[in-house]
């Protein structure tokens, strides 16, 4: 990148850097306008325009529109906790819910 001097091994990588810089946004959503860097942010986005939910779960009856929705997710079903408190050790599911809790501290 001739403005900031990072390299990229693919010339797609430059492309997208390049789009953060200038704040173009080539992928724009019929449904409801807003725009993305890169296609296949927009076909995620679309998804959920559509209704479509392909990564359903094993354990229940849910589905949602990404794979890392359903990561996420299955956090309920087993317990895990993979965000924890540095100053108490309690864990947590979502690093939102994480993000609260050290609030409290």
Known sequence: CRDSGRWFLQHSDLT?????HTGEQPY???????RFIVSSN???HRRAHLGQRPFPCPSCSKA????????IHQCLHTSKRPY???LCAKGFSHRSHLTCHQCTH
């Open 16 to 20: 997208i850097h390049w789009c953060q």
């Open 42 to 44: 927009l076909a995620k």
């Open 64 to 71: 949602f529109v990404q794979r890392s929705e359903l990561v």
């Open 84 to 86: 924890s408190c540095p």
């Open 28 to 34: 724009g959503c019929p449904e409801c306008r807003r």
